[in-house]
């Protein structure tokens, strides 16, 4: 058992949308990537997503509503939600999901991410 930085890990890579492995709990991964700007329009047919905002603010924007995130705030993203993920500024976010999780989910584009790196 180690403790864990999440400000050391998060100044250890820059890249934006592509979430880096900093754990494992069960059949999860524990994840932390920094966000700017929109994502896409997805959602996961079986997995469903923890938001957990570390440093800035986070919209998920919904089809019917939308969610703002503040620093030490998270949000549960049932699967089958469609949902977009905006940060107007760099944003660093936890995410807590099933080892099966692709980023980008059904939709596959410049940004999917299909092998994660570990920190």
């Known amino acids: 058992m180690r ?3 999440l400000a050391q890990k998060f100044r250890s ?3 934006l949308w592509s979430p880096k492995i900093v754990g494992e709990v069960n059949d999860h991964y ?3 990537v920094k966000l700017k700007g929109e994502f896409v329009w997805h959602h996961h047919e079986a997995e469903d997503e923890l ?4 440093k800035g603010r986070l919209l998920i924007k919904f089809r019917d509503r ?3 995130l503040e620093e030490g705030e998270f949000a549960i993203v049932p699967h089958g939600v469609e949902h977009l993920p905006i940060a107007a500024e760099e944003t660093h976010v936890l995410l807590l999901e099933p080892k099966s999780t692709l980023n980008t989910g059904n939709v596959r584009n410049e ?3 299909s092998e994660l790196d570990r920190i």
């Open 30 to 32: 524990v994840k932390l």
């Open 66 to 68: 939308d969610v703002w």
């Open 3 to 5: 403790s864990v930085s």
């Open 111 to 113: 940004r999917t991410v």
């Open 51 to 54: 938001f957990l905002v570390v």
């Open 13 to 15: 890579f820059d890249d």
